[in-house]
């Protein structure tokens, strides 16, 4: 049975280039007057890793998610393309 429409991990391919694209840019631009409203943004996630001790296996969970103006721009641009494919 074929599938029709797109395909989800090209989508899932080009949302991450574009958050990686976009962070990328939010860094380089954070020193310059004139663009460094593109690194402003929010961080969300666990300041402190929580860790599991199992005796035998230690496990330690942790996660933070930085969401600045440029990655949300290179989110907004992937969907763009994606709905051109």
Not at 48 to 74: D, E, H, M, R, Y
């Given at each position: 049975?074929?599938?029709?429409?797109?395909?989800?991990?090209?989508?899932?391919?080009?949302?991450?280039?574009?958050?990686?694209?976009?962070?990328?840019?939010?860094?380089?631009?954070?020193?310059?007057?004139?663009?460094?409203?593109?690194?402003?943004?929010?961080?969300?996630?666990?300041?402190?890793?929580?860790?599991?001790?199992?005796?035998v296996l230690i496990?330690?969970?942790?996660?933070?998610?930085?969401?600045t103006i440029a990655?949300?721009?290179?989110?907004?641009?992937?969907?763009?393309?994606?709905?051109?494919?």
């Amino acid at each position: 049975m074929a599938r029709t429409g797109k395909n989800t991990w090209a989508l899932f391919l080009l949302l991450l280039a574009g958050i990686v694209l976009g962070s990328f840019i939010a860094q380089m631009t954070a020193g310059i007057s004139g663009l460094s409203w593109l690194s402003f943004g929010k961080t969300f996630g666990l300041d402190n890793p929580i860790t599991l001790n199992l005796g035998v296996l230690i496990l330690t969970f942790g996660l933070k998610i930085k969401f600045t103006i440029a990655s949300i721009i290179g989110i907004v641009i992937a969907g763009i393309i994606y709905r051109f494919l």
